[in-house]
């Protein structure tokens, strides 16, 4: 399995990057956000990949962050949900809004990305929403659950923070769905209970 790859951009376009690493030129598909973001071509690069074998064919798809790529190994794991799904999902929805979209069984936020249907969007949120609860309960993100690690991001860590006041984590996402995640975590926190306690 190749976890990431980094090298000199030899070709970029919407959906893929050739990425140089020791004389090898890996193609890697990408969203079309990851080769927005990178560096012109002939600068270093870096991509986390996920390596898809199938019969006929070896694919590498490449992500900005490890979060990304651990978000797209977990909608691919849903059934009826292949690589090319899962791109077109993170085309649309970045690993925050995708964790928030699952919490608070917002399926149709799914529906915007290309071939993924109503049913489909169902499944998605219905496969994953104890994963994602779970990790949000316990101050994990999305790239990290699974496993014990530090809490990334302050919308992620404001949700785990309410969850611990006894808010659901669909309750929690919904409250903080808004927020400027760059505000600093206690920010956050007092806006939700202040957007939940008018709601009331």
Known sequence: MIYCLTGKLLKKSLDMVVLSCAG?????????????ALPAIGHEATLYTYMNVTDN????FGFASEEQQACFKMLTGVSGVGPKVGIAILNVLSPEKIT??????????FTAANGVGPKLAQRITLELKDKVGKGLAEGIGFGDIGAAAVPTGNITQAIAALTSLGYSPSEAAQAVAKADETLPVEEIITLALRGMAKGR
């Open 24 to 36: 090898v030129g890996y193609q890697v598909l990408v969203p079309a956000s990851v080769s927005s």
């Open 100 to 109: 928030l979209a699952i919490s608070a069984g917002d399926h149709k936020a």
């Open 57 to 60: 064919d070896v694919t590498l």
